[in-house]
């Protein structure tokens, strides 16, 4: 290809790339997650997050699945979140438990607090019930983020998390 092809083709492309990331809605990887724990082939990751009632009345507990592999480390905890921006506004008046470090997109709640498991586990097709309590909640969506903890052979620290979209109405 000749060189003014590549600049015509590339150039407007580098543009676009930069001006969704200026506007948050593209992220480079190196933001959404730490480069040293990024997946490799073989690590642990969560598969999916399911609620077995995407919509739940207020006070009406709500009922989550993950589903994860723990590869060559062994899972050891979880906990549930959320982004701010990914729930109601009146959230902040939950008395939970934030997290504020550096860009805005990424300031978040802490739905629980890790939850340890009563012994590590290691293997392919795992599941973890969750049972949140929404009898306080905001009415409106919320995306959830379940986030499992997992070691490797060294006790190092790895976090990988999944997502559930829900609401809670009246």
Known sequence: MR???????????????????????????????AADDAPAPGDARVKSVVAKKSIVRAG???????????????????CVGAYKRDVPKACKNMGWKTWEEGDAKFHS?????????????????????IRLDTARWPLG???????????????KEHYRESTVLVSVVE
């Open 141 to 155: 969506d919320y995306r959830l983020r379940v986030k499992v903890l997992f070691y490797d052979s060294n006790r």
């Open 60 to 78: 009406e507990p709500l009922l989550l699945t993950a589903s994860y592999d723990s590869g060559r480390f062994s899972a050891a905890a979880y």
């Open 109 to 129: 709640y802490y739905v629980t607090d890790f939850q340890f498991l009563s012994r590590t586990v290691s293997g392919s097709n795992l599941r973890q019930n």
């Open 3 to 33: 060189r003014s092809a590549v600049r015509t083709l590339v150039w407007p492309l580098a543009c676009m790339a930069a001006m969704a990331m200026w506007f948050g809605i593209l992220s480079p990887i190196s933001e959404a997650r």
